[in-house]
């Protein structure tokens, strides 16, 4: 590549940035970080495509902040302090324009979490974002998937249906109204990651997930690595606003137990850390619910107010099933 190309170009225009907490940033072969001693390097990837996971009509500023969003949610389901971002950019045309939206909506939330843009590659094709990134645990402290045990609390930050519903309105499964649609709709987009959260369970937790694909899914991902089973009580379930209104139609119940892009965190603790829990509510000003048990056996199920299971459509996001 020369230095005259629009590839050196747009990643000099929109993507080269002083890099903190990093060795050496944009610009070489590789990035250099220096991994503090006594601590587990935490990495993850995520990949974006258009028309799979967002709507093409979506506005660049809020892309860049979701495509960072949805690693830093990686970061905060294992309790890892995110530091370094990568940035594979698949675009079908340089629009400047566009590009410099993207880049404020990503950079904005990067600054936010003090995370650092070390990295990435840019090419010509259909419109494909993959970030990959990278941060810090205490060496064994990690939030796993694998550590629920029968008896322990199941719990969830935030609340369920904004993303979900406002999916389902663009699928035309649901009807909202339009401003329950633009409340809604900001949650799909803007999702909040966790990550001050995931740090603080820490010790408290006995294992977590981001719920990306759907409740029920998800848990169903500690469910099978922990070798355990769980009971989800749905009158326990935090519901929006706008999810309250839909929650008594069948695909309304389903888009909240089911819908993903919800980006919470789904996590597991023993009940003596009950009191702990409930302090950070307070502490973190984030809402965190108690919605069921882990059991032994396998699989999720769901309660209704009866105390009898509840069937629903749809068990999460499916990747090469979703139409
Ligand atoms: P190489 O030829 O080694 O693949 P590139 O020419 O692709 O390197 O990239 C040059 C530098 O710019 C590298 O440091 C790379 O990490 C960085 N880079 C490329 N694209 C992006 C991007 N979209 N965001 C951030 N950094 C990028
Ligand atoms: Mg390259």
């Known amino acids: 590549m020369t230095q005259k190309s629009p590839e050196f170009d747009v990643i000099a225009r929109h993507f080269t940035r002083p890099a903190r907490n990093a060795v050496l940033g ?3 072969d590789c990035a250099l970080v220096d991994v503090s001693n006594g601590m587990d390097l935490a990495v993850s990837t995520d990949t974006m495509v258009s028309g799979t996971h967002f709507f093409p009509d979506v506005d660049p500023e809020t892309l860049g902040h979701k495509a960072l969003a949805v690693n830093l949610s990686d970061m905060a389901a ?3 302090m995110p530091y370094w971002a990568m940035l594979a950019l698949t675009v079908p045309e340089v629009n400047h324009e566009w590009l410099e939206k993207f880049a404020k909506g990503f950079f904005d939330l990067a600054e936010e ?3 650092s843009l070390i990295g990435g590659d840019t090419t ?3 419109l494909t974002l993959t970030v990959t ?3 810090e645990v205490p060496a064994g402290a990690a939030l796993r998937r694998s550590g629920a045990r029968p008896g322990n609390d199941i719990w969830l930050s935030g609340h369920l249906g904004d993303a979900a519903l406002a999916v389902a309105h663009r ?3 649901v009807k909202l109204s ?5 409340e809604a709709v900001m949650r799909l987009y803007e999702p909040t990651p966790r990550v001050s959260l995931g740090q603080a369970l820490r010790g408290l937790a006995t294992s977590a997930i981001d719920v990306s694909d759907g409740l029920l899914a998800d848990l169903d991902h500690i469910c099978a690595l922990s070798k355990v089973g769980a009971t989800v009580e749905a009158e326990r379930l935090p519901i929006s606003e706008v999810g309250a209104r839909h929650i008594d139609t069948p695909q309304g119940l389903s888009a909240v137990v089911s819908g993903g892009d919800v980006y919470e965190l789904c996590f ?3 009940s003596t850390a009950r009191e702990s829990i409930e302090d950070l509510t307070e502490v973190l000003r984030i809402p965190i619910t108690r919605i069921g048990q882990v059991r032994k056996g396998k699989g999720v199920s769901l309660l209704g107010a009866d105390g009898k299971p509840i069937k629903v459509d749809g068990r999460g996001f499916d990747h090469f099933t979703a139409t």
């Open 26 to 28: 944009v610009g070489d």
């Open 78 to 80: 294992m309790g890892a």
């Open 113 to 115: 979490f003090e995370v």
């Open 124 to 126: 010509k094709g259909p």
């Open 133 to 135: 990134i990278m941060g």
């Open 171 to 173: 699928r035309g499964q």
């Open 178 to 182: 339009e401003a329950d649609y633009l």
């Open 268 to 270: 597991t603790a023993p």
